[in-house]
């Protein structure tokens, strides 16, 4: 007997729905996608219960005629291609034909449409894939198509949605993209009734980042603008002030589909090189246009991973577009290409002059001047020659100029003195670097016995971030960020269990200004942020006042440190709260330690020691980095061959 068989079409659609239905954002961002090739200028987007329970797209497009209502929820039915080749020139966002199909598989859809030619529009109601009703009706031009219980046929895919508050954020992250991949077309968001957001529709782009995530965010994006090989880049990028601690704000169209690429995300990340602190990442919003064939958008069934056909130049035009645009001052010449990145030749005319690469050779003797002017000199120079600087200190001005762009040109810088390569012998030294290899060990408090802290002579610091002590024949070796950080989180803890709120009140409270998607964190969130020592509420909009915060964050950290904890918070689902909790009382407890490079009085120091000596068998930061590693007397002796 046979053990194959064919699927049942009802079967095989459900299955087939899986690949582009995986949550009601997957729906949401079908139907967007349909309304923009539909030419809508106009969207609404409505959901209950985070998209679960009801979604409603409706827009002002050109509508479908009676004809092809029933035809558009068949299975690789579509108006976008007709044979093989067409795959090959995509310009609009669907071509496939299987997102009607596969959202009327798992759900009951109704959809009322029509034309601008017709007198009536039409109605259809279809549940589970089965056709249910199709009639007449008035409405005006457009469609409108209403999705009701996401999987309520699929139980096994239904049980699998997390909670609604987490699917709403997802659907708000598709909404957002969409606003921005069109700012032409005025988007209109609403979630259980409330408005989330209304963009303008002007095709001002930065008025839709403006809506979007507020002006705080706005006011630190700059315009971008470039063109190269047959590649254009448009929109804007953050600076330092818009750094956020992970990608999330790194938003990145492919001739205006939403994608996530490794090579623009890298292009980006190192055109910030030297620009932003470690654990900071730029955001961005930018569109890059380029010919159809020069990109396949067929790779993926939610269509937001693509392959380039030329990587490099695609990096190229990411990577100079936004470094032109962060270089972009009075004194540093205008980035163009990367040509000289993988070995092309670059021809040198005095019309392309501030066309080229930045290099030695090239930067305009003006701006080096005007840059050198006001180059500190040092004491020895000013004594010598007050009245200009040296060579050594005006290339130490272009260095300073220029930042992290690779010359051309290599700038050499003279030694104090000269050492001659054949007067040092390598494996000599290699033989005293292996002899002076100390070896340490994490210090375990109970076999010291000083969990009081108490016999332990400080003896100072080193590199103004760590403490040496002794304790009888062992000495101690602290991290004094290290430390400090594990005793916040320990006083976090405490706090929360006894419901103590260990807050500092701000003198003048401060008003932070929230992404949507971080927005719906802290209200989701507030008990969370309450019982670590925070006092907040929101006044309007995606405003938020703070008012107090837990003890030792500086001012200047305050929102940072914030909008890191709700990134943070933003992902958590129900059953892994407390994990997300913890994640974030790590945060809070680095942001408010002393931090490395800190001169730390001797009084302190004790203090730090001390109580952290008292800590009962542990040894490490949140984070898992040691606190604190010991050396007996006896293997230094040994070292110094005392023994």
Not at 383 to 404: C, D, I, Q, R
Not at 606 to 615: A, I, P
């Amino acid at each position: 007997m046979s053990k194959i068989h064919v699927l049942d079409q009802s079967v095989a659609n459900m299955i087939a729905a899986g690949e582009v239905v995986e949550r009601p954002a997957s729906v949401v961002k079908e139907l967007l996608e349909n309304s923009f090739d539909a030419g809508a200028k106009s969207i609404t987007v409505e959901i209950k219960n985070g998209g679960v329970s009801y979604i409603r797209v409706t827009d002002d497009g050109h509508g479908m005629d009676s004809d092809d209502v029933k035809t558009a929820f068949l299975p690789h039915a579509t108006s976008k291609i007709l044979n093989a080749e067409d795959i090959t020139t995509i310009r609009t966002y669907g071509f496939r034909g299987e997102a009607l199909s596969s959202i009327a598989s798992v759900s009951k859809v109704e959809l009322i449409t029509k034309t601008e030619s017709s007198e009536e529009g039409t109605r259809l109601i279809i549940e589970g894939g089965e056709y249910v009703d199709i009639s007449d009706i008035g409405t005006p031009k457009g469609t409108t198509i209403i999705v009701r219980d996401i999987f309520y046929n699929t139980p096994a895919r239904f049980k699998f949605l997390k909670k609604d508050s987490a699917e709403m954020a997802s659907v708000t992250d598709v909404c957002q993209k969409a606003a921005l991949s069109r700012p032409d077309v005025s988007l209109r968001y609403v979630s259980s009734g409330k408005d989330i957001f209304f963009t303008p529709g002007d095709n001002m782009l930065i008025n839709a980042i403006y809506t979007i995530f507020g002006a705080d965010f706005a006011k630190h994006m700059l315009p971008v603008k470039y063109e190269s090989d047959g590649y254009k880049v448009q929109g804007f990028i953050g600076t330092a002030a818009a750094a956020r601690p992970n990608r999330n704000m790194q938003i990145m169209f492919v001739n205006g589909r939403s994608v996530v690429n490794r090579t623009l995300s890298f292009a980006l990340s190192e055109s910030y090189k030297n620009q932003l602190t470690v654990g900071k990442f730029p955001s961005a919003v930018l569109n890059i246009n380029m010919s159809p064939l020069s990109v396949d958008v067929n790779v993926h069934p939610a269509k937001i991973e693509v392959k380039f056909s030329d990587e490099h130049s695609v990096y190229d035009a990411v990577y100079w577009a936004c470094k032109n645009t962060l270089y972009e001052k009075p004194y540093v010449p205008l980035v163009e290409t990367g040509a000289q990145k993988y070995g092309k030749d670059i021809k040198h005319t005095e019309e392309k002059a501030d066309k080229l690469p930045l290099t030695y050779s090239n930067v305009k003797k003006d701006n080096i001047d005007a840059y050198v002017s006001g180059y500190p000199k040092t004491a020895s120079q000013e004594k010598t020659n007050p009245g200009s600087s040296n060579s050594l200190n005006k290339e130490h001005a272009v260095s300073e100029a220029l930042g992290s762009v690779q010359y051309k040109q290599e700038v050499h810088f003279r030694p104090a003195f000269d050492i001659k390569a054949d007067t040092v012998n390598k494996a000599d030294i290699k033989q005293e670097e292996k002899k002076l290899d100390l070896k340490v060990e994490p210090v375990i408090q109970q076999s010291l016995g000083i969990a009081s802290g108490k016999d332990v002579n400080i003896i100072g610091q080193v590199f103004n971030t760590y403490i040496i002590a002794q304790h009888g024949d062992e000495m101690l070796l602290m991290d004094q960020h290290a430390a400090h950080e594990r005793l916040k989180y320990e006083e976090l803890k405490e706090a929360r269990k006894s419901k103590q709120k260990p807050s500092q009140i701000l003198l003048s409270p401060l008003i932070v200004n929230l992404a949507s998607i971080e927005f719906l964190a802290f209200e989701e969130n507030d008990d969370f942020f309450a019982s670590i020592g925070y006092e907040m509420e929101a006044i309007g909009g995606s405003d938020v006042m703070v008012r107090a915060v837990p003890m030792g964050i500086e001012e200047s950290k305050i929102k940072d440190t914030l909008i890191e904890l709700l990134t943070i918070l933003k992902d958590a689902k129900k059953d892994k709260r407390t994990y997300f909790e913890e994640r974030a009382m790590y945060t809070v407890a680095c942001k408010a330690a002393i931090k490395a490079n800190k001169v730390m009085s001797v009084r302190e120091q004790e203090q730090l020691v001390s109580d952290v000596l008292k800590l009962e068998g542990i040894n490490t930061c949140p984070h898992g980095r040691p606190v604190c590693i010991k050396m007996t007397k006896e293997k230094i002796e040994k070292e110094f061959k005392r023994l």
